[in-house]
């Protein structure tokens, strides 16, 4: 009778070790393709220059101030919650910008729109020769976006990770039609 037992016992061990390693197998399928993480899609809405004033008499004078709007396509079946963070514009190297950006929820496999406004540090520009160069022929004046957004991905309700995106965009202001375009590139590190 212990013979039994312990003949029973070892197929229940077995068969239990074999389904462990089914769904080990098929977590692991599944992650690598119906979970596997995605880049979101980024695609900036219109630039719009709020303000732009520049006087140079009898004090020079530069206010520039965008509204930023984004939308985000999350293809994850997991959804980003951030905290709150800045995005910062530089020229030429240096920072001369800075956007707050409010803590959110980006919906797993959905749509969601950040903006922000943007104000530009005119006295730093004015400071720089070759922007103050671009402004008078009236030409492009480039610029660069960065922000990294730190937080947490959470996949059907139930596993949770730390993740952080990193977003740059090109924005380029066009002086003489008062214009504004940019392109964005993101990248989610978990």
């Known amino acids: 009778?212990?013979?039994?037992?312990?003949?029973?016992?070892k197929i229940c061990a077995l068969v239990t070790a074999l389904f462990v390693v089914?769904?080990?197998?098929?977590?692991?399928?599944l992650y690598f393709t119906v979970f596997k993480p995605r880049q979101p899609?980024?695609?900036?809405?219109?630039?719009?220059?709020?303000?732009?004033?520049w006087s140079f008499f009898p004090i020079e004078?530069?206010?520039?101030?965008?509204?930023?709007?984004?939308?985000?396509?999350?293809?994850?079946?997991?959804?980003f919650k951030y905290d709150n963070s800045t995005a910062y514009l530089s020229?030429?190297?240096?920072v001369i910008g800075e956007a707050p950006v409010a803590a959110d929820k980006i919906p797993a496999r959905g749509k969601h729109n950040v903006s922000t406004t943007l104000t530009?540090?005119?006295?730093?520009?004015?400071?720089?020769?070759?922007?103050?160069?671009?402004l008078f022929l009236g030409?492009?004046?480039?610029f660069t976006s960065a922000s990294t957004l730190h937080?947490?991905?959470?996949?059907?309700?139930?596993?949770?990770?730390?993740?952080?995106s990193f977003t740059t965009c090109n924005v380029s202001i066009f002086v003489q039609d008062l214009g504004a375009e940019s392109v964005c590139k993101s990248k989610v590190r978990l």
Do not use: C, W
């Open 151 to 164: 937080g947490k991905v959470t996949v059907l309700k139930l596993f949770k990770a730390k993740a952080t």
């Open 22 to 29: 089914i769904i080990a197998v098929v977590l692991i399928i």
């Open 41 to 53: 899609t980024i695609t900036p809405q219109p630039v719009i220059l709020e303000n732009f004033r």
């Open 91 to 94: 020229y030429d190297g240096n």
């Open 120 to 134: 530009i540090y005119g006295d730093k520009l004015l400071k720089d020769d070759k922007f103050k160069r671009e």
């Open 139 to 142: 030409s492009i004046l480039n």
């Open 61 to 79: 004078v530069l206010n520039i101030t965008l509204g930023i709007a984004v939308t985000i396509d999350n293809h994850n079946y997991g959804s």
């Open 1 to 9: 009778m212990g013979i039994r037992v312990s003949r029973g016992l």
